[in-house]
């Protein structure tokens, strides 16, 4: 299982940036997949999670809700989050991650088996 991800970038607090996750090899239906992020000094943090049977479960952090969105398309094989509302404290690397169960809320990091290499986010003016 291969997870690559991308969109993220610089932008200014209250702007937004959408980050896909595309996801190559085989991943169980009742698995769970999530977004995670972590910066220098700290440890690696769980934003949201989704489970990837069609009956979807989510689960954010308290930090993240109202403000983004996860969600896939199975079809294409792709996890995707949403962020909205963008504060500079979500400054950092965004991992995508798969193979997870059970689903937590928030997610962590110990349940999933497979990572993507990341991608930054900068929110500042």
């Known amino acids: 299982v291969h997870l690559v991800a991308s969109g993220g970038g610089l932008q200014q607090p209250g702007g937004s940036l959408r980050l896909i996750c595309k996801v190559s090899?085989?991943?169980?239906?009742?698995?769970?997949m999530g977004w995670f992020r972590q910066v220098p000094g700290k440890e690696r943090e769980g934003v949201a999670a989704?489970?990837?049977?069609?009956?979807?479960?989510?689960s954010y952090a308290d930090f993240v809700k109202g403000r983004f969105t996860i969600s896939k398309d199975n079809n294409k094989n792709t996890l995707y989050l949403q962020m909205n509302e963008l504060k500079p404290e979500d400054t950092g690397m965004y991992y995508c991650?798969?193979?997870?169960?059970?689903?937590?809320?928030?997610?962590?990091?110990?349940?999933?088996?497979?990572w993507g290499h990341g991608t930054q986010v900068t929110v500042s003016s």
């Open positions: 989704i489970e990837t049977a069609e009956t979807t479960t989510l």
């Open positions: 991650a798969g193979d997870g169960y059970p689903l937590t809320e928030p997610p962590i990091a110990e349940v999933f088996h497979y």
């Open positions: 090899g085989f991943i169980e239906s009742r698995k769970v």
